[in-house]
């Protein structure tokens, strides 16, 4: 039996990562959405952590989405453990939500080593940050920051392509820039 990959989905509320998960998913998503008690732009918010599963290349992946509220920061190391990559999501329509970005992945990346890619959603708007845009600002090489549409399962499945091949690198001995 081939052993399953985890991929963390992970940024701040209201950057798409349950509908990348959703978008992604073979199986129906495992939510722990509850109603917003603050503020937040939405009605829900996810509390504790997305799942979904999906087949790349006949190996079985395991999707995990972090909360993206502060209060529920504990979660993040949690749901990262023994994580092959993560996917930073960033809203391209908020680009106020950039810091806390930043702070979401040193975070993660500090405790748990793990290579990582960055999606900037909502590209599918007019007048939003583009991925070279967001590169710039976290000092990436482009093509480490993708333009997403998270309802859009194609821009997605490139996403992932793309963590995988960049988690291949580092297991194979090659550094991986970290934030």
């Given at each position: ?67 993206g509220q502060d209060r529920f920061d504990f979660m993040w ?94 297991r194979n001995g090659n550094p991986v820039v970290q934030p």
């Open positions: 039996m081939i052993k399953p990959l985890k991929i963390v989905v992970s940024g701040p509320v209201g950057a798409g990562k349950t509908t990348f998960i959703r978008s992604l998913s073979e199986t129906e998503v495992v939510d722990t959405d509850a109603d917003a008690t603050e503020d937040i732009g939405k009605a829900k918010t996810t509390i504790a952590l997305d799942f979904g599963t999906l087949t790349v290349d006949d190996s079985p992946i395991y999707l995990f989405g972090t909360p190391e949690v749901v990262c453990e023994g994580a092959l990559g993560l996917i930073m999501l960033v809203s391209g329509t908020r680009p106020g939500d950039l810091g806390r970005a930043r702070a979401i992945l040193e975070f993660i990346t500090s405790r748990i080593p793990v290579p990582f890619v960055i999606g900037v959603t909502h590209q599918d708007l007019p007048k939003v940050w583009r991925p070279d845009d967001v590169a710039d600002y976290f000092q990436l090489p482009y093509d480490r920051v993708f333009g997403v549409n998270a309802t859009d399962g194609d821009t997605c499945m490139d996403v992932i392509h793309s963590i995988i091949a960049l988690a291949n690198e580092a």
